[in-house]
């Protein structure tokens, strides 16, 4: 367990210091120096070269994460897993290439007037979908020889490290917009190599087939995880792409890039619920192997209270700040207002009912993960295609917003089927009705100039949040990190 906490800490830091460049870009070099139309081509760019990375991968990024435990042997090269892994990967990207090329006609043509700039540049999908699936594959082998710290930094911090630095060349007139494009690329691109040299350095990139080893029982596990893994890896690329590319395709890449910029802000509200879900996952995967219900049933109600509060505070701290990002933003961003809201109230439903993914997932109904994936794809796509006709980007919103708090209520109703788990106490309606009477109280302060209405709104907001949520003891251990707190600068 000491292992996984520390390696949880190491990555979230990594993870927030890539959040902090991030922002930076995203929230003011992005808006401030690129047209919508390049943004749009980034976000689409990421988009389709992810689901078609996830396509080519074959589902062998499951099979890792489930069977290489069986194969794991440096001294023999960990029994020529690396070798399949490659093989399959080559398959995979060769189907794609196959793929794209009967695709690719129909794309440039259904872009050409709407997003002429994604029909420029969509060649460079195919590096880009190499690179990511060789990535996907290399860190989850890289994770399963206890190295979870070196992916999340290289994915979290080094590659938005390069994006901020290309685009500021571009900011000082050293690349122009042709060169910035491919820079972005290499810089996407440029994680994987680092890692194949990182695990070369290991002595863990062992190529030497060993194909002897695979008995017939551990062949039909791998491919009956491999054609599981298939579904669920695509399921999940689709929920988190689908939009930006029927937004492209309804609106054109010039409303995809105000909603590129827009969904980052709602989805600040979810960062720091990524690790503390990897450290939850964990102990609801022991707590299932020595079949503790009572234990899971009180993780369970921890993980929503704990991640509404801290969803509560980062939603409200940039609701109660709208009209400051709107000017930071610029005019063109207008429509971006009412995305942020629905991406982040999105989320935080999605915090608000904690770990019931996790608990699904490792529980002996795993498969009806599944289930609940295509209902949430059927789900988001359905609902864009409605409500963008008549809402426009917002409607994108609005439709992952519902999709979630749909989606999440299938999985409440299916724990208390099958377990009787009920994770909502009278203290997350506190909360809700502490979160309303701040966000209430902020609203009415006078707007001042930006820098100013920003320090005071924000600082107001979490004293109010902070001091109401301690007072009442909602929850214990947001009352114990505060006396730590204490403790700690009294000791100082």
Known sequence: ???????????????????????????????????TDTIGLFSLLLAWSVLFAQFSSLGFHGVTSRLFPYFRNKEKGHNGYL?????????????????????RPYLVESNLEKSKLFADYIDLLI????????????????????????????????????????TLLFVFNVLNLHQLVLAYVIAVCAKTVVLIGYLLAKGEMSLKPKLDFIQPKLRKEMLSVAAYSILTGLGGSLVFNIDKILVNQMLGLSATGVYTIAFFFGTLVIIPSRPLLRITGTLIADA????????????????????????AFLFGGIWINIENILIILGPEYTEAKWVIFFIGLGYLIDMATGANAHIIAYS???????YFLIGLIILVIAAI??????????GAAVAIAASFAVNNL????????????????????????????????????PTLPLIPDLIIRSAVFTLILGVLTIRLNISEDAGNLYREILKKLFNL
Do not use: H
């Not at 206890?146 to 490290?161: C, D, H, K, S």
């Open 1 to 35: 367990m000491g292992i996984i906490i520390k390696q949880s800490i190491k990555g979230s830091i990594w993870s927030y210091l890539g959040v902090a460049v991030g922002f930076v870009t995203t929230a003011y070099l992005f808006p401030n120096y690129l047209i």
């Open 83 to 103: 070798f399949i892994a490659f093989m399959v990967m080559l398959a995979g990207f060769s189907l794609f290439l196959i793929f794209f090329w009967f695709f």
């Open 127 to 166: 590096p880009l979908t190499l690179f990511a699936l060789i990535f996907v594959q290399l860190d989850t082998f890289n994770k399963l020889l206890y190295n979870a710290v070196f992916g999340t930094f290289l994915q979290e911090f080094f590659q938005r490290i390069l994006i901020f630095t290309v």
């Open 288 to 311: 299932w192997k020595r079949n503790d219900i009572a234990y899971i049933a009180d993780v369970y109600k921890k993980s929503c209270l704990n991640q509404f509060i801290i969803g």
């Open 364 to 370: 002996r109904y795993y498969k009806v993960a599944l």
């Open 385 to 394: 295609l409605l409500l963008v006709p008549v809402w426009g980007i917002t």
């Open 410 to 445: 299938l999985r409440f109703y299916f724990l208390k089927w099958k377990y009787d788990m009920q994770p909502f106490t009278v203290k997350i309606w506190i909360m809700a009705v502490v979160f309303v009477v701040s966000v209430a109280a902020v609203s009415m302060l």
